[in-house]
C-alpha cells in the first residue's frame, strides 16, 4: 500500500507516518510538506520502516501540484490544518485516492459530508476526523452502545494535564486550538444541534 501524508512533518502528522512506516500492509509513505527539512528529519527520527518513507515538497493550495503529489497513492493521511480538508478531499477525487482526516471542527466536517456522494460514485472510501476527540472516542462510543440495549447519554471527556510554569506545548496546530477556544460550539442535546457560547458549559465533577 502506497499511502501520502499531507503535513506529514507536523506534530500530529509525524506520529502517523511513524506508524504507518512501521505497519506490516504498507510498503511505501511519502511526507508530502511544504517544510522538506523539516520533512527529512522526520524521517531520521523513524525508528522502524525509515526505508519506506520519502520526502516530497508539496503546498496544498498549488491544485496541480497537490493532485499530481495524491495520483497513484491507494490512500491520503490528511494532517494538514482542517480548513484546507475540502480542498484536499476534492484533489482526492480527481486523484482517485482514498482519504482520511484529523478532524475538520464542526462547520466544516458537515461540508465535508456532503461530498459522501462524489466519493460513493467514485467507489472511494473517506474517513472523516479520525483524530483523538472526535475520532477514536466516537468509534468507542458507538461500539460500547451497539452492546446496549438502551443509552440515554453520552459524554466524552478529552483533558490534558497543564506543564509545569511557563513550559507551554501545544500538541497540534495552534490555529486550530484557537479556533476550538473562540469560535462558538456546537452541541448536540435533547435531539437538536445548537451553537454555545465559547468556553461555556463548564461542569464540577
Wanted: with cysteine; aromatic share 6%.
Amino acid at each position: 500500500m502506497r499511502i501520502v501524508a499531507l503535513g506529514g512533518a507536523g506534530l500530529m502528522g509525524r506520529i502517523a507516518v511513524r506508524d504507518l512506516a512501521a505497519s506490516e500492509g504498507v510498503d511505501e509513505v511519502i511526507i508530502a510538506d511544504r517544510d522538506t527539512e523539516l520533512a527529512a528529519d522526520v524521517v531520521d527520527l523513524i525508528p522502524e520502516g525509515r526505508s519506506k518513507v520519502s520526502v516530497t515538497q508539496t503546498d496544498v493550495t498549488d491544485r496541480q501540484s497537490l493532485v499530481d503529489t495524491l495520483r497513484g497513492a491507494d490512500a491520503v493521511l490528511n494532517a494538514v490544518r482542517y480548513y484546507f480538508n475540502l480542498e484536499v478531499m476534492s484533489a482526492c477525487l480527481e486523484a482517485g485516492t482514498h482519504y482520511t482526516d484529523l478532524g475538520g471542527l464542526f462547520h466544516v466536517t458537515r461540508k465535508q459530508l456532503d461530498l459522501h456522494a462524489a466519493f460513493a460514485e467514485a467507489g472511494l472510501t473517506a474517513v472523516l476526523c479520525m483524530g483523538s476527540a472526535p475520532g477514536v472516542s466516537n468509534i468507542q462510543a458507538r461500539f460500547a452502545a451497539d452492546r446496549l440495549d438502551t443509552v440515554e447519554s453520552i459524554r466524552i471527556y478529552d483533558g490534558v494535564l497543564p506543564p509545569p510554569g511557563d513550559d507551554i506545548h501545544f500538541g497540534y496546530a495552534i490555529p486550530t486550538i484557537i479556533d476550538e477556544l473562540v469560535m462558538p460550539p456546537v452541541v448536540f442535546a435533547d435531539g437538536e444541534w445548537a451553537e454555545k457560547p465559547p468556553l461555556s458549559g463548564g461542569e464540577d465533577y
